[in-house]
């Protein structure tokens, strides 16, 4: 069983920087793609960004321009790093791998919270 899991997460002032980490219990090569949503109170869970096996990494559209998914294969870690920050992109943050199998693997989030 394949276990993800977060961390990271925490209070941050607006216009702030985080970078959330989040941890294979296997080679993340072994994964099709690894990625980062986002769920807010009350909100559908939402994808943040998304690295392929093979292919340009995919973001939502609205946060390209501030939001960075790193990976560090040495380290079987996915890094999701955030800059600019607003209270809007306050969320819990989960990390997923979908595998060649066509399983998906969800971790159990870490909460980000940005305010002043």
């Known amino acids: 069983q394949v276990q993800l899991v977060e961390s990271g997460g925490g209070l941050v002032q607006p216009g702030g920087s985080l970078r959330l980490s989040c941890a294979a219990s296997?080679?993340?090569?072994?994964?099709?793609?690894m990625g980062w949503y986002r769920q807010a109170p009350g909100e559908q869970r939402e994808l943040v960004g998304q690295i392929f096996r093979f292919g340009s990494p995919k973001y939502a559209d609205s946060l390209k321009d501030r939001f960075t998914v790193i990976r560090d294969n040495a380290k079987n870690t996915v890094y999701l790093q955030m800059n600019s920050l607003k209270p809007e992109d306050s969320a819990v943050y989960y990390c997923?791998?979908?595998?060649?199998?066509?399983?998906?693997?969800w971790g159990k989030g870490t909460l980000v919270t940005v305010s002043s």
């Open positions: 997923k791998a979908s595998d060649t199998s066509g399983n998906d693997y």
């Open positions: 296997r080679s993340i090569f072994s994964f099709n793609s």
